[in-house]
């Protein structure tokens, strides 16, 4: 049973690197990889996580990007978390981050009793301030009914709250986790409730860039997405993943509920410069 994709409370889930390493062995996984958006700040605690439960960590980061202004976010697994590029481009995006966050919550405060202390207590250790904290600290004052209410209110890219924020080209960002010595998977690709999707040609764009697999198996996609993109996989030359996306209370989402075939992880393993940490 493998996962390879989960948040912890490094970025915009509920529970610590290591509560999600212990949901995973109590979910029945073998393996489950810490893929929180834009930053490494999970890895040690999930490691020596792992290295106490018996469930086998693979490292990875979910990387936010775009091309042609349509949104996507790319996994990286086992890379150098000190590659200067890639760490360089990472740093960017998280301030970036930030500042979109103190500007949406000054529009908001302008309208509604919410204020940055509020959301600050929704944050945990040194984690970037984002839009699910935002959400949290509105659920909590009583303005959102929860995480999902919020984000298709006031915080909906339609909202005039809304800020955008800085994410690299997708096709650079390929690039820089090849140069870092990780593994670059698309995540969610055809997930249309999510926004705007691309088309097929941009993706073997990415597979030209260095794109190693397509994260085919989510609940985002619907069968006919499923079978669309595992004969994309096939033509183009790349893995096939399966996975959760899970965020802890944060949404629905439930460890191993969709899971990745041990070859691909074995290929994934074998191209990537940082080993699987088994306990």
Not at 97 to 111: F, N, S, T
Not at 207 to 233: I, K, N, S
Request: include cysteine; aromatic fraction near 2%.
């Amino acid at each position: 049973m493998i996962d390879l994709h989960a948040h912890s409370r490094a970025s915009d889930g509920t529970q610590s690197p290591a509560e999600v390493v212990a949901s995973a062995r109590d979910a029945g996984l073998d393996v489950v990889a810490l893929t929180d958006h834009d930053t490494t700040a999970g890895w040690d605690e999930a490691a020596a996580a792992a290295t106490s439960t018996g469930v086998a960590l693979v490292r990875g980061t979910e990387i936010s990007c775009h091309h042609g202004g349509t949104s996507i976010h790319l996994l990286s697994y086992l890379h150098d978390p000190l590659a200067p590029g890639l760490r360089a481009e990472l740093d960017l995006s998280r301030a970036s981050r930030l500042h979109r966050a103190e500007v949406m919550v000054a529009r908001i405060g302008a309208d509604l009793p919410l204020t940055w202390d509020d959301v600050l207590e929704q944050v945990s250790g040194d984690a970037t301030v984002g839009r699910p904290h935002v959400a949290d600290a509105l659920v909590a004052k009583g303005l959102a009914r929860d995480r999902g209410h919020a984000f298709a209110t006031v915080l909906s890219t339609r909202s005039p709250y809304f800020v955008g924020h800085h994410a690299p080209d997708a096709v650079q960002a390929v690039r820089l986790v090849r140069a870092a010595g990780g593994v670059p998977v698309f995540a969610h690709p055809r997930a249309v409730l999510r926004g705007r999707v691309v088309a097929d040609e941009v993706v073997a764009e990415l597979a030209d860039a260095g794109l190693v697999g397509l994260e085919v198996h989510h609940r985002d996609h619907d069968e006919p997405a499923v079978r669309h993109l595992a004969d994309l996989a096939g033509a183009l030359g790349l893995l096939v993943t399966g996975s959760s996306d899970y965020h802890g209370a944060g949404k629905d989402n439930r460890l191993g509920e969709r899971t990745t075939a041990p070859e691909v992880l074995e290929a994934v393993e074998a191209l990537g410069t940082l080993e699987v940490v088994r306990g």
